[in-house]
């Protein structure tokens, strides 16, 4: 059907090209074109047959088109810019390492100088601090152990030594032993005495060999 609206433009005017789509137009509405006498008009059920075929024609024609105008697979995917493959753009983004002497580095940090070791707790929290809660200035050098010197590390208490810390803990296990003791010496005796039963009741809590109640005679509890 195409081809044949193809020869009826050529025919009426091969250099108008853009009369293909009128007539394309025409023959879907089963109109005779003007430009030809021999028309035969197409029964609808050839229209919606032929129809639905091109449509499902056209989809396949453009990702064929798509596919030649784009790179193979390999070469897209094995394109990288220049800042991920140019070797000059890599180093000088990443040196290399400046191997530092032991004098230049005594603490095999890579050279850097660490401030005073000092527990942030340990600072003054009435100073005019840029932050008040880490108790810090802005741009101040951080010291690598900044984790186990900062306000949220362990706390540490200088109230007192160890000789006197130990002084106290001694003193309290000695107070609490003695108190115990005291209470054990001036405890009060039982203030009732156990019920004796005649026989201990041998027969009724299950004969010889089981447990059986007190009787008169039994010592003292």
Known sequence: MLSRVRRIAAKQRPARLDLIPKLWTQLLANQAPASTSNWVPLSPR????????????APAL??????????PTTQRRGFLPPQYSD??????KFPDRIQLSDA??????????????IKRQFRDPYGDWWDKQE??????PMHEDNDILGM????????TTTGPALIMF???????LGVCGVVYLCYPDKPAYPREFEGGLERELGGPGARRARMPGDPDP
Request: proline share 8%; aromatic share 12%; hydrophobic share 30%.
């Open 62 to 71: 453009r990702s064929g088109l798509a596919a030649t105008r784009r790179l």
């Open 170 to 176: 001694g003193t309290f296990v000695a107070t609490f």
């Open 152 to 159: 949220f590390s362990p706390h540490e208490y200088t109230w």
């Open 104 to 117: 230049e580095d005594p603490e095999v940090n890579g050279g850097y100088i660490n401030p005073p070791r």
């Open 46 to 57: 050839r229209l919606q047959g032929m129809l639905p075929q091109r449509i499902a024609r």
């Open 87 to 92: 070797r000059k753009i890599l180093d000088d």
């Open 135 to 140: 108790r810090r200035n802005f741009g101040e």
